[in-house]
């Protein structure tokens, strides 16, 4: 079973930038996608930024051109470099992991029993 852990979240001012990371078990019975997501208080969780086993990468239309999802597979790691974070990023930003063939079905939707999540990181930024 595939275990994912979340870090690097904090506040932050509107125009700065925080890096996220997701430590995982290693990825050794699909072509697994990983993903980041976020949620805030009363809303459904959404897509953030998702990339596939052989690196192709796709961004939420909200974060395109400010967010980078990177992967280092021999250090089982995800990363999220989000620059000119605005308010509206705030919220609870959460790692996922799924094989790729299904991960695709069920993005952008933040909802899967399927996939393996981790506990999430808070992120906050200020006006």
């Known amino acids: 079973q595939v275990q994912l852990a979340e870090s690097g979240g904090g506040s932050v001012q509107a125009g700065g930038s925080l890096r996220l990371s997701c430590a995982h078990s290693e990825l050794v019975y699909n072509k697994f996608c990983m993903g980041w997501f976020r949620q805030s208080p009363g809303k459904e969780r959404e897509g953030v930024a998702f990339i596939t086993y052989d690196g192709s990468t796709t961004y939420a239309d909200a974060v395109k051109g400010r967010f980078a999802i990177q992967k280092d597979s021999a250090k089982n790691a995800l990363y999220l470099q989000m620059n000119t974070l605005q308010p509206t990023d705030t919220a609870m930003y959460y790692c996922?992991?799924?094989?790729?063939?299904?991960?695709?079905?069920?993005?952008?939707?933040?909802?899967?029993?399927?996939?393996?999540w981790g506990q999430g990181t808070q992120v906050t930024v200020s006006a």
């Open positions: 996922a992991a799924d094989a790729c063939w299904r991960f695709t079905r069920w993005w952008p939707s933040g909802f899967s029993n399927d996939a393996y």
